[in-house]
Protein backbone atom coordinates (compact mmCIF):
# COMPACT_ATOMS: atom_id res chain seq x y z
CA UNK A 1 0.00 0.00 0.00
CA UNK A 2 1.68 3.44 -0.94
CA UNK A 3 1.13 6.28 1.73
CA UNK A 4 -0.91 8.99 -0.35
CA UNK A 5 -0.99 12.03 1.77
CA UNK A 6 -4.58 12.15 2.71
CA UNK A 7 -6.85 15.00 1.54
CA UNK A 8 -8.01 16.64 4.65
CA UNK A 9 -11.82 15.37 4.48
CA UNK A 10 -13.85 16.92 7.31
CA UNK A 11 -16.92 15.12 7.08
CA UNK A 12 -15.14 11.83 6.91
CA UNK A 13 -13.15 13.02 10.00
CA UNK A 14 -16.26 13.44 12.40
CA UNK A 15 -17.82 10.13 10.79
CA UNK A 16 -14.79 8.60 12.00
CA UNK A 17 -15.07 10.61 15.37
CA UNK A 18 -18.52 9.10 15.83
CA UNK A 19 -17.75 5.84 15.11
CA UNK A 20 -15.04 5.89 17.61
CA UNK A 21 -16.92 7.37 20.27
CA UNK A 22 -18.98 4.51 19.61
CA UNK A 23 -16.84 1.69 19.91
CA UNK A 24 -15.64 3.41 23.34
CA UNK A 25 -18.84 3.00 24.89
CA UNK A 26 -18.43 -1.00 24.80
CA UNK A 27 -16.26 -1.62 28.06
CA UNK A 28 -14.64 -4.99 26.89
CA UNK A 29 -12.51 -2.69 24.76
CA UNK A 30 -9.35 -0.71 25.61
CA UNK A 31 -8.61 2.30 24.48
CA UNK A 32 -5.37 0.98 22.52
CA UNK A 33 -8.05 -1.71 21.02
CA UNK A 34 -10.14 1.22 19.90
CA UNK A 35 -7.23 3.12 18.20
CA UNK A 36 -5.91 -0.36 16.50
CA UNK A 37 -9.04 -0.64 15.14
CA UNK A 38 -9.88 2.85 14.07
CA UNK A 39 -6.53 2.42 12.17
CA UNK A 40 -7.74 -0.71 10.41
CA UNK A 41 -11.19 1.41 9.31
CA UNK A 42 -8.87 4.12 7.94
CA UNK A 43 -6.55 1.24 6.25
CA UNK A 44 -9.91 0.12 4.65
CA UNK A 45 -11.27 3.73 3.90
CA UNK A 46 -8.52 4.58 2.38
CA UNK A 47 -8.17 1.20 0.05
CA UNK A 48 -11.90 2.32 -1.04
CA UNK A 49 -11.12 5.19 -2.05
CA UNK A 50 -8.50 4.53 -4.43
CA UNK A 51 -10.70 2.04 -6.08
CA UNK A 52 -13.52 5.05 -7.10
CA UNK A 53 -15.71 4.96 -4.06
CA UNK A 54 -16.62 8.26 -2.08
CA UNK A 55 -15.52 9.09 1.69
CA UNK A 56 -19.19 8.53 3.04
CA UNK A 57 -19.39 5.02 0.73
CA UNK A 58 -16.01 3.89 1.58
CA UNK A 59 -16.85 4.35 5.30
CA UNK A 60 -20.15 2.74 5.16
CA UNK A 61 -18.03 -0.33 3.02
CA UNK A 62 -15.66 -0.30 5.91
CA UNK A 63 -17.70 0.04 8.98
CA UNK A 64 -19.82 -2.79 7.52
CA UNK A 65 -17.17 -5.14 6.98
CA UNK A 66 -15.54 -4.37 10.60
CA UNK A 67 -19.22 -6.17 11.69
CA UNK A 68 -21.41 -6.14 14.11
CA UNK A 69 -19.67 -4.10 17.13
CA UNK A 70 -21.58 -5.93 19.73
CA UNK A 71 -20.69 -9.33 17.98
CA UNK A 72 -16.97 -7.90 18.38
CA UNK A 73 -17.12 -6.62 21.68
CA UNK A 74 -18.65 -9.95 23.47
CA UNK A 75 -15.58 -11.34 21.22
CA UNK A 76 -12.74 -8.92 23.04
CA UNK A 77 -14.82 -9.84 26.54
CA UNK A 78 -14.13 -13.44 25.93
CA UNK A 79 -10.43 -12.76 25.50
CA UNK A 80 -10.20 -9.75 27.84
CA UNK A 81 -12.71 -11.02 30.24
CA UNK A 82 -10.16 -9.04 33.60
CA UNK A 83 -11.53 -5.63 32.24
CA UNK A 84 -15.13 -6.54 33.28
CA UNK A 85 -15.29 -9.50 35.11
CA UNK A 86 -17.61 -8.64 37.34
CA UNK A 87 -20.06 -7.82 34.68
CA UNK A 88 -19.33 -11.62 33.94
CA UNK A 89 -22.78 -11.63 32.25
CA UNK A 90 -21.40 -11.04 28.48
CA UNK A 91 -25.09 -11.23 27.14
CA UNK A 92 -26.36 -7.71 26.60
CA UNK A 93 -29.27 -7.57 29.14
CA UNK A 94 -32.12 -4.98 28.15
CA UNK A 95 -31.77 -1.77 30.39
CA UNK A 96 -34.92 -2.20 32.02
CA UNK A 97 -34.19 -6.00 32.34
CA UNK A 98 -31.59 -5.49 34.43
CA UNK A 99 -32.64 -2.41 36.66
CA UNK A 100 -35.33 -4.69 38.00
CA UNK A 101 -32.93 -7.45 38.54
CA UNK A 102 -30.34 -5.65 40.28
CA UNK A 103 -33.57 -4.05 42.79
CA UNK A 104 -34.68 -7.46 43.32
CA UNK A 105 -30.80 -8.72 43.41
CA UNK A 106 -30.89 -6.26 46.64
CA UNK A 107 -34.14 -7.68 47.90
CA UNK A 108 -32.22 -11.19 47.91
CA UNK A 109 -29.28 -9.77 49.76
CA UNK A 110 -31.24 -8.56 52.53
CA UNK A 111 -33.01 -11.17 52.94
CA UNK A 112 -30.03 -14.04 53.11
CA UNK A 113 -28.20 -11.48 55.21
CA UNK A 114 -31.47 -11.81 57.66
CA UNK A 115 -31.62 -15.06 57.17
CA UNK A 116 -28.21 -15.39 58.00
CA UNK A 117 -28.45 -13.26 61.20
CA UNK A 118 -31.47 -15.49 61.98
CA UNK A 119 -29.13 -18.82 61.87
CA UNK A 120 -26.27 -17.21 63.64
CA UNK A 121 -29.18 -16.49 66.85
CA UNK A 122 -31.48 -19.34 66.49
CA UNK A 123 -28.57 -21.96 68.24
CA UNK A 124 -29.61 -19.49 71.86
CA UNK A 125 -32.77 -20.96 71.72
CA UNK A 126 -31.33 -23.75 72.05
CA UNK A 127 -29.10 -23.20 75.10
CA UNK A 128 -26.26 -22.54 73.33
CA UNK A 129 -24.47 -19.02 74.07
CA UNK A 130 -21.78 -17.10 72.43
CA UNK A 131 -19.64 -17.12 75.61
CA UNK A 132 -20.35 -20.30 77.12
CA UNK A 133 -20.61 -22.76 73.92
CA UNK A 134 -17.31 -20.43 72.24
CA UNK A 135 -15.90 -23.67 70.33
CA UNK A 136 -19.48 -24.85 69.35
CA UNK A 137 -19.60 -21.53 67.60
CA UNK A 138 -16.51 -22.11 66.60
CA UNK A 139 -16.42 -25.10 64.88
CA UNK A 140 -19.80 -24.16 63.71
CA UNK A 141 -19.76 -20.61 62.44
CA UNK A 142 -18.87 -21.53 58.99
CA UNK A 143 -21.73 -23.81 58.36
CA UNK A 144 -24.18 -20.94 59.83
CA UNK A 145 -23.27 -17.92 57.59
CA UNK A 146 -21.61 -19.45 54.41
CA UNK A 147 -24.28 -21.44 52.80
CA UNK A 148 -26.05 -18.53 52.53
CA UNK A 149 -23.60 -17.07 50.65
CA UNK A 150 -23.38 -20.29 48.09
CA UNK A 151 -27.27 -19.51 48.49
CA UNK A 152 -26.76 -15.80 46.87
CA UNK A 153 -24.71 -16.80 44.35
CA UNK A 154 -26.45 -20.38 43.27
CA UNK A 155 -28.98 -17.43 42.59
CA UNK A 156 -27.30 -15.21 40.91
CA UNK A 157 -25.56 -17.80 38.39
CA UNK A 158 -29.06 -19.15 37.63
CA UNK A 159 -27.78 -22.95 38.74
CA UNK A 160 -31.22 -24.46 39.83
CA UNK A 161 -32.70 -25.97 42.84
CA UNK A 162 -31.71 -29.02 41.88
CA UNK A 163 -28.45 -28.60 40.59
CA UNK A 164 -27.72 -26.40 43.75
CA UNK A 165 -28.82 -29.02 46.45
CA UNK A 166 -26.58 -31.76 44.38
CA UNK A 167 -23.80 -29.53 44.06
CA UNK A 168 -23.65 -27.65 47.87
CA UNK A 169 -25.40 -29.87 49.81
CA UNK A 170 -23.31 -32.54 50.09
CA UNK A 171 -20.55 -30.62 51.29
CA UNK A 172 -22.47 -28.88 53.93
CA UNK A 173 -24.02 -31.73 55.62
CA UNK A 174 -20.89 -33.27 55.58
CA UNK A 175 -19.11 -30.79 57.12
CA UNK A 176 -22.10 -30.01 59.47
CA UNK A 177 -21.41 -33.78 60.47
CA UNK A 178 -17.64 -33.51 61.15
CA UNK A 179 -17.97 -30.57 63.18
CA UNK A 180 -20.69 -32.20 65.37
CA UNK A 181 -20.22 -35.77 65.38
CA UNK A 182 -16.64 -35.95 65.89
CA UNK A 183 -16.07 -36.64 69.81
CA UNK A 184 -13.45 -33.90 70.55
CA UNK A 185 -11.37 -33.87 73.48
CA UNK A 186 -11.84 -30.76 75.83
CA UNK A 187 -9.01 -28.21 74.64
CA UNK A 188 -7.59 -30.68 71.92
CA UNK A 189 -5.84 -29.26 69.14
CA UNK A 190 -7.94 -31.13 66.40
CA UNK A 191 -10.78 -29.27 67.39
CA UNK A 192 -8.74 -26.15 66.89
CA UNK A 193 -7.83 -26.98 63.53
CA UNK A 194 -10.97 -28.03 62.29
CA UNK A 195 -12.42 -24.70 63.63
CA UNK A 196 -9.82 -22.93 61.18
CA UNK A 197 -9.99 -25.40 58.41
CA UNK A 198 -13.81 -25.89 57.84
CA UNK A 199 -14.55 -22.44 56.84
CA UNK A 200 -12.05 -22.21 54.49
CA UNK A 201 -12.86 -25.62 53.13
CA UNK A 202 -16.91 -24.11 52.63
CA UNK A 203 -15.67 -21.17 51.17
CA UNK A 204 -14.11 -22.92 48.35
CA UNK A 205 -17.80 -24.38 48.35
CA UNK A 206 -19.03 -20.96 48.14
CA UNK A 207 -16.37 -20.97 45.10
CA UNK A 208 -18.45 -23.70 43.43
CA UNK A 209 -21.34 -21.62 43.38
CA UNK A 210 -19.49 -18.73 42.62
CA UNK A 211 -18.57 -19.98 39.65
CA UNK A 212 -22.11 -20.95 38.55
CA UNK A 213 -20.83 -25.21 38.88
CA UNK A 214 -17.94 -24.57 36.35
CA UNK A 215 -15.01 -25.40 38.42
CA UNK A 216 -13.05 -26.11 35.50
CA UNK A 217 -12.81 -23.02 33.90
CA UNK A 218 -9.71 -21.51 34.50
CA UNK A 219 -11.05 -18.25 33.81
CA UNK A 220 -13.37 -18.62 36.25
CA UNK A 221 -10.95 -19.54 38.85
CA UNK A 222 -8.95 -16.29 38.50
CA UNK A 223 -12.56 -14.94 39.22
CA UNK A 224 -13.09 -16.61 41.90
CA UNK A 225 -9.70 -15.54 43.43
CA UNK A 226 -10.28 -12.08 42.82
CA UNK A 227 -13.52 -12.05 43.93
CA UNK A 228 -11.67 -13.14 47.41
CA UNK A 229 -9.32 -10.73 47.79
CA UNK A 230 -11.96 -7.72 46.78
CA UNK A 231 -14.62 -9.36 49.54
CA UNK A 232 -11.58 -8.91 52.01
CA UNK A 233 -11.01 -5.39 51.13
CA UNK A 234 -14.86 -4.85 51.28
CA UNK A 235 -15.61 -6.66 54.27
CA UNK A 236 -12.98 -4.99 56.72
CA UNK A 237 -14.33 -1.31 55.25
CA UNK A 238 -17.37 -2.70 56.20
CA UNK A 239 -16.02 -3.89 60.07
CA UNK A 240 -14.26 -0.66 60.27
CA UNK A 241 -17.32 1.54 59.69
CA UNK A 242 -19.05 -1.20 62.04
CA UNK A 243 -16.83 -0.38 64.63
CA UNK A 244 -16.71 3.28 64.50
CA UNK A 245 -20.51 3.27 64.59
CA UNK A 246 -21.04 0.85 67.74
CA UNK A 247 -17.98 2.87 69.39
CA UNK A 248 -20.17 6.32 68.99
CA UNK A 249 -23.50 4.65 69.97
CA UNK A 250 -22.44 3.10 72.87
CA UNK A 251 -20.35 6.19 73.95
CA UNK A 252 -23.86 8.32 73.18
CA UNK A 253 -26.22 5.43 75.18
CA UNK A 254 -23.59 5.81 77.85
CA UNK A 255 -24.09 10.03 78.40
CA UNK A 256 -27.95 9.97 79.04
CA UNK A 257 -27.17 6.98 81.64
CA UNK A 258 -27.83 3.69 79.35
CA UNK A 259 -26.03 0.46 79.48
CA UNK A 260 -26.03 -1.16 76.50
CA UNK A 261 -22.99 -3.05 76.11
CA UNK A 262 -24.31 -6.90 76.81
CA UNK A 263 -27.23 -5.72 73.94
CA UNK A 264 -24.41 -4.70 71.18
CA UNK A 265 -22.29 -7.68 72.45
CA UNK A 266 -25.18 -10.36 72.09
CA UNK A 267 -27.04 -9.07 69.13
CA UNK A 268 -25.77 -6.32 66.99
CA UNK A 269 -22.22 -7.56 66.80
CA UNK A 270 -22.58 -11.27 65.91
CA UNK A 271 -25.80 -10.42 63.49
CA UNK A 272 -23.60 -7.23 61.92
CA UNK A 273 -20.76 -9.54 61.14
CA UNK A 274 -22.65 -12.60 59.44
CA UNK A 275 -24.73 -9.34 57.54
CA UNK A 276 -21.53 -8.33 56.44
CA UNK A 277 -20.60 -11.52 54.80
CA UNK A 278 -23.08 -11.29 52.41
CA UNK A 279 -23.44 -7.15 51.98
CA UNK A 280 -19.68 -7.39 50.81
CA UNK A 281 -20.14 -9.77 48.31
CA UNK A 282 -23.51 -8.43 46.54
CA UNK A 283 -20.95 -4.56 47.02
CA UNK A 284 -18.04 -6.79 45.05
CA UNK A 285 -20.70 -8.31 42.78
CA UNK A 286 -22.67 -4.38 41.95
CA UNK A 287 -19.73 -4.16 40.25
CA UNK A 288 -18.32 -0.68 42.25
CA UNK A 289 -15.15 0.13 40.58
CA UNK A 290 -13.33 1.45 43.86
CA UNK A 291 -12.01 -1.37 44.86
CA UNK A 292 -10.65 -2.20 41.49
CA UNK A 293 -8.00 0.33 42.05
CA UNK A 294 -7.50 -0.19 45.63
CA UNK A 295 -6.05 -3.69 45.40
CA UNK A 296 -3.60 -3.06 43.09
CA UNK A 297 -2.42 0.10 45.18
CA UNK A 298 -2.16 -2.17 48.09
CA UNK A 299 -0.57 -4.86 45.90
CA UNK A 300 2.43 -2.21 45.09
CA UNK A 301 2.63 -0.32 48.66
CA UNK A 302 3.10 -3.71 50.29
CA UNK A 303 5.27 -6.09 47.79
CA UNK A 304 8.12 -3.85 48.51
CA UNK A 305 7.46 -3.74 52.37
CA UNK A 306 6.63 -7.27 52.47
CA UNK A 307 9.84 -7.99 50.88
CA UNK A 308 12.15 -5.97 53.48
CA UNK A 309 10.45 -7.59 56.23
CA UNK A 310 10.99 -10.90 54.64
CA UNK A 311 15.44 -10.08 54.23
CA UNK A 312 15.48 -8.46 57.92
CA UNK A 313 14.15 -11.82 59.23
CA UNK A 314 15.93 -13.23 57.32
CA UNK A 315 19.45 -11.60 58.38
CA UNK A 316 18.25 -11.43 61.90
CA UNK A 317 17.70 -15.99 61.62
CA UNK A 318 20.83 -16.14 60.08
CA UNK A 319 22.43 -13.88 62.34
CA UNK A 320 21.36 -15.16 65.82
CA UNK A 321 21.71 -18.91 64.29
CA UNK A 322 18.72 -19.54 66.28
CA UNK A 323 16.93 -21.81 63.53
CA UNK A 324 17.11 -25.08 65.65
CA UNK A 325 15.95 -23.92 68.40
CA UNK A 326 12.59 -21.69 67.31
CA UNK A 327 9.09 -22.97 68.75
CA UNK A 328 6.09 -24.22 67.53
CA UNK A 329 4.25 -20.72 67.35
CA UNK A 330 6.90 -18.97 65.65
CA UNK A 331 6.56 -21.78 62.60
CA UNK A 332 2.84 -21.15 63.03
CA UNK A 333 3.70 -17.41 62.38
CA UNK A 334 6.15 -17.97 59.41
CA UNK A 335 3.06 -20.17 57.52
CA UNK A 336 0.92 -17.36 58.10
CA UNK A 337 3.36 -14.92 57.02
CA UNK A 338 3.65 -17.02 53.65
CA UNK A 339 -0.06 -17.14 53.43
CA UNK A 340 0.26 -13.07 53.34
CA UNK A 341 2.97 -13.66 50.49
CA UNK A 342 0.92 -15.75 48.59
CA UNK A 343 -2.02 -13.34 48.68
CA UNK A 344 -0.16 -10.79 47.80
CA UNK A 345 1.26 -12.78 44.58
CA UNK A 346 -2.67 -13.85 43.80
CA UNK A 347 -3.83 -9.90 44.22
CA UNK A 348 -0.65 -8.69 42.06
CA UNK A 349 -1.47 -11.49 39.29
CA UNK A 350 -5.26 -10.83 39.20
CA UNK A 351 -5.13 -7.30 38.94
CA UNK A 352 -2.14 -7.26 36.47
CA UNK A 353 -2.70 -6.69 32.72
CA UNK A 354 -1.54 -10.25 30.91
CA UNK A 355 -0.23 -8.34 27.85
CA UNK A 356 1.77 -5.67 30.10
CA UNK A 357 5.85 -6.15 29.52
CA UNK A 358 7.64 -7.17 32.40
CA UNK A 359 8.77 -4.36 34.44
CA UNK A 360 10.31 -3.42 37.51
CA UNK A 361 7.36 -4.65 39.35
CA UNK A 362 7.66 -8.19 38.17
CA UNK A 363 11.74 -8.27 39.25
CA UNK A 364 10.50 -6.66 42.92
CA UNK A 365 7.47 -9.91 43.25
CA UNK A 366 9.99 -12.52 41.97
CA UNK A 367 12.41 -11.14 45.16
CA UNK A 368 9.55 -11.02 47.38
CA UNK A 369 8.97 -14.75 46.64
CA UNK A 370 12.42 -15.86 46.65
CA UNK A 371 13.18 -14.27 50.00
CA UNK A 372 9.81 -15.98 51.20
CA UNK A 373 11.45 -19.19 49.71
CA UNK A 374 14.88 -18.88 51.68
CA UNK A 375 12.56 -18.24 54.67
CA UNK A 376 10.66 -21.51 53.87
CA UNK A 377 13.29 -23.53 53.06
CA UNK A 378 14.83 -23.03 56.56
CA UNK A 379 11.54 -23.25 58.81
CA UNK A 380 11.36 -26.48 57.00
CA UNK A 381 14.83 -27.56 58.37
CA UNK A 382 13.79 -26.62 61.55
CA UNK A 383 10.38 -27.82 61.87
CA UNK A 384 11.50 -32.03 60.25
CA UNK A 385 13.92 -31.61 63.07
CA UNK A 386 11.48 -30.67 65.57
CA UNK A 387 9.23 -33.87 63.98
CA UNK A 388 11.64 -35.95 64.57
CA UNK A 389 13.05 -35.06 68.07
CA UNK A 390 9.60 -34.95 69.66
CA UNK A 391 7.37 -36.69 67.60
CA UNK A 392 4.24 -35.59 65.24
CA UNK A 393 1.46 -33.45 67.13
CA UNK A 394 -1.48 -32.18 65.61
CA UNK A 395 -0.49 -28.49 65.30
CA UNK A 396 3.07 -29.36 63.98
CA UNK A 397 1.86 -31.79 60.82
CA UNK A 398 -0.72 -29.08 60.16
CA UNK A 399 2.10 -26.70 60.01
CA UNK A 400 4.33 -28.51 58.15
CA UNK A 401 1.74 -29.71 55.02
CA UNK A 402 1.17 -26.07 55.17
CA UNK A 403 4.68 -25.25 54.50
CA UNK A 404 4.95 -27.80 51.89
CA UNK A 405 2.37 -26.97 49.79
CA UNK A 406 3.03 -23.13 49.94
CA UNK A 407 6.69 -24.19 48.86
CA UNK A 408 5.43 -26.42 46.45
CA UNK A 409 3.89 -23.05 44.95
CA UNK A 410 5.97 -20.74 45.39
CA UNK A 411 9.26 -22.24 43.97
CA UNK A 412 6.94 -22.80 41.05
CA UNK A 413 6.29 -19.41 40.75
CA UNK A 414 9.47 -18.75 41.21
CA UNK A 415 10.33 -20.75 38.27
CA UNK A 416 7.91 -19.44 36.01
CA UNK A 417 8.40 -15.35 36.90
CA UNK A 418 12.36 -16.13 35.89
CA UNK A 419 10.81 -17.65 32.36
CA UNK A 420 8.52 -14.44 32.04
CA UNK A 421 11.11 -11.88 32.95
CA UNK A 422 13.31 -13.50 30.61
CA UNK A 423 10.13 -13.48 27.83
CA UNK A 424 10.42 -17.40 27.42
CA UNK A 425 6.73 -17.71 28.93
CA UNK A 426 3.92 -15.22 28.64
CA UNK A 427 2.05 -13.97 32.11
CA UNK A 428 -0.49 -16.39 31.02
CA UNK A 429 1.46 -19.77 32.14
CA UNK A 430 1.69 -17.87 36.07
CA UNK A 431 -1.78 -17.19 35.85
CA UNK A 432 -2.71 -20.66 35.00
CA UNK A 433 -0.47 -21.98 37.32
CA UNK A 434 -2.01 -20.72 40.14
CA UNK A 435 -5.53 -21.79 39.27
CA UNK A 436 -4.61 -25.29 38.50
CA UNK A 437 -3.28 -25.17 42.04
CA UNK A 438 -6.23 -23.60 43.61
CA UNK A 439 -7.67 -27.36 43.98
CA UNK A 440 -4.72 -28.44 46.42
CA UNK A 441 -5.56 -25.87 49.29
CA UNK A 442 -9.31 -27.24 49.19
CA UNK A 443 -7.99 -30.67 49.07
CA UNK A 444 -5.38 -29.98 52.24
CA UNK A 445 -8.26 -27.96 54.27
CA UNK A 446 -10.60 -31.37 53.52
CA UNK A 447 -8.24 -33.87 54.97
CA UNK A 448 -7.00 -31.38 57.96
CA UNK A 449 -11.04 -31.19 58.63
CA UNK A 450 -11.87 -35.01 57.89
CA UNK A 451 -8.48 -36.92 59.21
CA UNK A 452 -6.90 -35.38 61.61
CA UNK A 453 -9.30 -35.75 63.81
CA UNK A 454 -9.78 -39.69 63.58
CA UNK A 455 -5.90 -40.01 62.91
CA UNK A 456 -4.94 -37.82 66.36
CA UNK A 457 -7.55 -39.48 67.95
CA UNK A 458 -9.52 -35.91 68.37
CA UNK A 459 -6.85 -34.64 71.47
CA UNK B 1 -19.06 -19.39 -2.27
CA UNK B 2 -19.40 -18.48 1.12
CA UNK B 3 -17.10 -20.79 4.12
CA UNK B 4 -18.94 -21.98 6.59
CA UNK B 5 -18.23 -20.09 9.91
CA UNK B 6 -16.76 -23.12 12.23
CA UNK B 7 -14.11 -23.83 9.16
CA UNK B 8 -12.72 -20.28 8.75
CA UNK B 9 -12.58 -20.46 12.55
CA UNK B 10 -10.81 -23.37 12.96
CA UNK B 11 -8.20 -22.22 9.89
CA UNK B 12 -7.84 -18.57 11.81
CA UNK B 13 -4.97 -19.59 13.86
CA UNK B 14 -3.00 -21.90 11.46
CA UNK B 15 -3.41 -19.16 8.81
CA UNK B 16 -2.67 -15.82 10.99
CA UNK B 17 0.74 -17.98 12.05
CA UNK B 18 1.54 -18.96 8.61
CA UNK B 19 1.56 -15.55 7.60
CA UNK B 20 3.47 -13.72 9.90
CA UNK B 21 6.13 -16.28 9.34
CA UNK B 22 7.15 -14.01 6.30
CA UNK B 23 8.07 -11.30 8.48
CA UNK B 24 5.88 -9.22 11.38
CA UNK B 25 3.05 -7.72 10.02
CA UNK B 26 -0.28 -5.28 11.10
CA UNK B 27 -4.16 -6.40 11.02
CA UNK B 28 -5.35 -4.87 8.51
CA UNK B 29 -2.41 -6.22 5.70
CA UNK B 30 -3.10 -10.22 7.37
CA UNK B 31 -6.54 -9.19 6.60
CA UNK B 32 -6.01 -8.25 3.00
CA UNK B 33 -3.18 -11.64 2.77
CA UNK B 34 -5.99 -13.97 3.22
CA UNK B 35 -8.20 -12.40 1.29
CA UNK B 36 -5.30 -12.33 -1.78
CA UNK B 37 -4.97 -16.04 -0.82
CA UNK B 38 -7.82 -17.36 -0.63
CA UNK B 39 -8.85 -15.29 -4.13
CA UNK B 40 -11.50 -13.38 -2.14
CA UNK B 41 -13.48 -16.53 -1.02
CA UNK B 42 -12.51 -16.41 2.97
CA UNK B 43 -14.17 -13.24 4.32
CA UNK B 44 -13.98 -12.78 7.78
CA UNK B 45 -15.86 -10.43 10.07
CA UNK B 46 -12.60 -7.35 10.31
CA UNK B 47 -13.45 -6.37 13.99
CA UNK B 48 -12.90 -10.60 14.82
CA UNK B 49 -9.38 -10.95 14.22
CA UNK B 50 -8.21 -8.53 16.58
CA UNK B 51 -9.88 -10.59 19.67
CA UNK B 52 -7.83 -14.02 18.34
CA UNK B 53 -4.76 -11.88 17.57
CA UNK B 54 -4.86 -11.10 21.28
CA UNK B 55 -5.40 -14.43 22.73
CA UNK B 56 -2.49 -15.29 20.55
CA UNK B 57 -0.38 -12.65 21.96
CA UNK B 58 -1.61 -13.76 25.38
CA UNK B 59 -0.81 -17.16 24.77
CA UNK B 60 2.95 -16.49 23.63
CA UNK B 61 2.34 -17.42 20.09
CA UNK B 62 3.04 -13.60 18.97
CA UNK B 63 4.40 -10.75 20.17
CA UNK B 64 2.98 -7.16 19.76
CA UNK B 65 4.96 -3.50 19.22
CA UNK B 66 3.59 -0.09 18.44
CA UNK B 67 5.04 1.22 15.11
CA UNK B 68 4.64 4.45 13.60
CA UNK B 69 3.61 4.34 9.99
CA UNK B 70 5.06 6.25 7.01
CA UNK B 71 1.70 7.65 7.06
CA UNK B 72 2.05 9.36 10.97
CA UNK B 73 -0.41 7.10 13.02
CA UNK B 74 0.65 4.66 15.15
CA UNK B 75 -0.06 0.76 14.29
CA UNK B 76 0.06 -2.12 16.48
CA UNK B 77 2.51 -5.01 14.16
CA UNK B 78 2.66 -8.27 15.56
CA UNK B 79 5.49 -10.85 14.81
CA UNK B 80 5.50 -14.46 15.80
CA UNK B 81 7.64 -16.18 18.41
CA UNK B 82 9.19 -19.58 18.67
CA UNK B 83 6.50 -20.86 20.53
CA UNK B 84 4.15 -19.41 17.95
CA UNK B 85 6.24 -21.14 15.31
CA UNK B 86 6.41 -24.77 16.99
CA UNK B 87 2.26 -23.95 17.07
CA UNK B 88 2.48 -23.52 13.51
CA UNK B 89 4.61 -26.89 12.48
CA UNK B 90 2.05 -29.26 15.29
CA UNK B 91 -0.89 -27.20 13.26
CA UNK B 92 0.49 -28.45 9.87
CA UNK B 93 0.53 -32.18 10.44
CA UNK B 94 -2.31 -32.12 11.70
CA UNK B 95 -3.82 -30.11 9.02
CA UNK B 96 -1.90 -32.32 5.89
CA UNK B 97 -3.85 -35.36 8.33
CA UNK B 98 -7.20 -33.95 7.73
CA UNK B 99 -6.33 -33.00 4.02
CA UNK B 100 -5.22 -35.81 2.98
CA UNK B 101 -8.32 -37.89 4.58
CA UNK B 102 -10.58 -35.55 2.79
CA UNK B 103 -8.70 -35.68 -0.79
CA UNK B 104 -9.06 -39.71 -0.06
CA UNK B 105 -12.89 -39.28 0.56
CA UNK B 106 -13.48 -37.43 -2.18
CA UNK B 107 -11.64 -39.31 -4.42
CA UNK B 108 -13.44 -42.57 -3.35
CA UNK B 109 -16.50 -40.95 -3.33
CA UNK B 110 -16.38 -39.89 -7.05
CA UNK B 111 -15.50 -43.28 -7.82
CA UNK B 112 -18.48 -44.91 -6.02
CA UNK B 113 -21.98 -42.86 -7.24
CA UNK B 114 -22.90 -40.90 -10.08
CA UNK B 115 -22.69 -37.44 -8.27
CA UNK B 116 -25.87 -35.74 -7.56
CA UNK B 117 -28.36 -38.80 -8.23
CA UNK B 118 -26.93 -41.10 -5.09
CA UNK B 119 -27.98 -37.74 -3.14
CA UNK B 120 -31.56 -37.62 -4.08
CA UNK B 121 -32.15 -41.40 -3.61
CA UNK B 122 -31.10 -40.67 0.23
CA UNK B 123 -34.02 -40.69 2.46
CA UNK B 124 -35.15 -37.31 3.97
CA UNK B 125 -35.39 -37.11 7.98
Redesign the interface.
Same mark, same amino acid.
Given at each position: /?T +?VP?TPDAGLEAQIGQWRGYVQRHRAISP +? @?V @? &??E !? %?L? @??VADLEHTGLSGDEAFLVAVK? /? !???D??SR &??A? &? %?SERLWKQLVLTAELPEAADTRSRRELVVVLALAVAAAVAIKAPALAGYDLDDDASWYARNFGLLVLPFLAGYFAWKRRLGWARSLRLLAPPFLLGALVANVYPYAEDGSTEVLVAIHLPILLWFVVGLAYVGGDWGSHPRRMDFIRFTGEWAVYYTLLALGGAVLVGLTLAGFEAIGLEISSFIAEWVLPCGAVGAVLVAAWLVEAKQSVVENIAPVLTRVFTPLTTLMLLAYLVALLATGNVVEVDRDLLILVDLILVLVLGLLLYAISARD??ARPDLFDQLQLLLVLSALMVDVLMLVAMLIRITEFGASPNKTVALGLNLILLANLAWSARLSVGFLRQR???? +?LERWQTTYLPVYAAWAAVVVLVFPPAFSYT | MRIDKDLVAASATPLVLGILVDGESYGYAILKKVNELSAGEMRWTDGMLYPLLHRLERLGYIQASWRVAASGRRRKHYAITQAGLELLADRRRQWAVVTDALKRVWTEAAAAMPPARAMVAEPSR
Open positions: /M +AR +A @D @D &EL !G %HR @DQR /M !GSLQV &EFR &E %HPLLPFS +A | -
